[in-house]
């Protein structure tokens, strides 16, 4: 069973960058994609980012295209998210997933998950 493992998250102020990380172990040739996603207090869960071990294909939130990158190192099973320009509404704890599956409604199938990583942005 694949497991993962992120990090990276932080406190930082209002336009500020991080990078968070994501290993991942127990590959499997079923697993062709990994995502992010993020969860505040009182909000629902929100699918920020994902991609295609191959990379041929992402997805990006509204939220955060143009703003976030996701990027993947297939050979040594890490997938990264690259965040700039932070703003405040960005706080939440961080999850990284493999295979998130988009379902026909705009909602998501996300089945295992990380211990999650708090991101921070200050005002």
């Known amino acids: 069973q694949v497991q993962v493992a992120d990090s990276g998250g932080g406190l930082v102020q209002t336009g500020g960058s991080l990078r968070l990380s994501c290993g991942v172990s127990?590959?499997?040739?079923?697993?062709?994609?990994m995502g992010w996603f993020r969860q505040a207090p009182g909000k629902e869960r929100e699918v920020v980012a994902a991609?295609?071990?191959?990379?041929?294909?992402?997805y990006y939130a509204d939220t955060v295209k143009g703003r976030f990158t996701i990027s993947g190192d297939d050979a040594n099973n890490m997938m990264y998210l690259q965040m700039n320009s932070l703003r405040p509404e960005d706080t939440a704890t961080y999850y990284c997933?493999?295979?998130?599956?988009?379902?026909?409604?705009?909602?998501?199938?996300?089945?295992?998950w990380g211990q999650g990583t708090l991101v921070a942005v200050s005002s």
């Open positions: 127990g590959r499997t040739s079923s697993n062709i994609a």
């Open positions: 991609l295609t071990w191959n990379g041929l294909n992402t």
């Open positions: 997933t493999p295979d998130p599956e988009r379902l026909a409604g705009g909602g998501w199938r996300l089945k295992i």
